[in-house]
């Protein structure tokens, strides 16, 4: 069942930039809510201008914006600012990433968007929250990964320094991803109650519950939990990456004994699996990485497909395009319109977008979006 069109009727006024909000608000309209980008006249969302940007707009840029359409709103003007307001009336969410307070000073905060439309639902993407003691402090998604834990769990080991994340897992999983559940669960409260909301979305508490089970173990053990010390961020031999003879790497996660005696099978260690040899990690993890550095990456590909025993490459991102389950499930599709650099997409794990408009340039839809929401004379 495709889900493409299922928030079809749903208008959403988008105030965010950069990428958390903008994220999220491609996923409402990858889903086929109407999403339109408010952006102040000048810059609106800068990064238009991230490099790379090839010969057009910034590829970032024109991967989490499909399917919207923008206007330009100066609400520091008031005449533009009572346009954004009427429009707020006709909207269903509004979603912004302001600092806290910001909303407020602009006059567009949830009391005034709540006397326009009781029924808003206004969602808040921040660093810390929209209270407590760090609501006013700047912060990016690597500071936010850090007061979390995420940081301090990924590395190599506690006496190693902590590994950066190879992707924005705050702004992405914990604001974006949050956000959207929110506004989604709001859609359907609302339907109950017939009030809106407004949806305090923190970054640094949205990476936070994605640690869930690691606080769960607090206080098991003697030692607390860190980096290269659990069962699933390096402590155990069975569950890593390995250096192949070419120079590049093996994922392995044989946890299960089942995997793990097929592992011993493929890569041939003369060994049994439950024998005293496998309780000492370090030795087995010596013994596996000796083993796994005798044969290049796509050779144990071949190998250990045959076994099922949890151990797949690891791709480089353009590897990851031409690679066959990929391929065969459309995770990939074109969108042109942005010169040579952000025609490729990704479709989420609900399915293809609703529609392959490509990201808007500022201002591009006011004539049209403002006659829609009737606020052209305005």
């Not at 003369?270 to 990485?289: K, M, N, Q, V, Y």
Request: proline share 5%; charged share 25%; hydrophobic share 40%.
């Amino acid at each position: 069942m495709s889900l493409a069109h299922s928030l079809e009727g749903v208008r959403v006024l988008d105030l965010s930039r950069l990428l958390p909000g903008p994220f999220l608000t491609m996923v409402l309209a990858d889903l086929g809510a109407d999403v339109v980008k408010v952006e102040e006249p000048r810059m609106g969302d800068y990064m238009r201008d991230f490099p790379p940007r090839g010969d057009g707009m910034s590829g970032r840029y024109l991967s989490v914006n499909r399917n919207k359409r923008s206007v330009t709103v100066d609400l520091k003007n008031k005449r533009e600012r009572e346009r954004f307001l009427h429009m707020v009336g006709q909207a269903d969410v509004v979603v912004e990433s302001f600092r806290p307070g910001v909303m407020d000073r602009l006059g567009v905060g949830y009391d005034a968007l709540r006397e326009r439309n009781e029924g808003i639902i206004l969602c808040s993407i921040s660093g810390y929250g929209q209270t407590g003691p760090y609501r006013d402090r700047a912060g990016h998604d690597i500071n936010y990964l850090a007061l979390a834990g995420v940081v301090a769990m990924s590395g190599a080991a506690p006496d190693a320094p902590p590994a950066m994340a190879g992707v924005q897992i705050a702004d992405m999983a914990g604001g974006a991803m949050w956000g959207a559940i929110g506004i989604l669960a709001a859609l359907i409260e609302r339907r109950r109650t017939g009030k809106g909301t407004h949806l305090d979305i923190s970054m640094t508490e949205g990476a936070l519950a994605l640690l869930a089970s690691e606080f769960g173990i607090l206080g098991a053990e003697p030692a607390v939990p860190t980096r290269g010390t659990g069962l699933l961020n390096g402590g155990a031999a069975r569950y890593g990456l390995y250096r192949t003879s070419d120079g590049r790497y093996l994922s392995v996660g044989a946890l299960e004994p089942q995997f793990l005696a097929r592992l011993v099978r493929g890569v041939e260690l003369e060994a049994d699996p439950g024998s005293a040899d496998f309780a000492d990690e370090e030795a087995l993890r010596r013994r596996i990485t000796r083993v796994i550095a005798s044969k290049t990456r796509d050779e144990w590909e071949r190998v250990l497909g045959g076994y099922d025993c949890c151990c797949e490459p690891v791709l480089e991102l353009d590897e990851v395009v031409e690679h066959p389950l990929h391929r065969e499930r459309g995770v990939f599709f074109e969108i042109a319109g942005g010169g040579s650099s952000g025609t490729l997409q990704v479709r989420t794990p609900l399915g293809m977008p609703a529609g392959r408009r490509p990201a808007p340039a500022l201002g591009a839809d006011n004539e049209e979006v403002f006659r829609e929401y009737g606020v052209e004379d305005l």
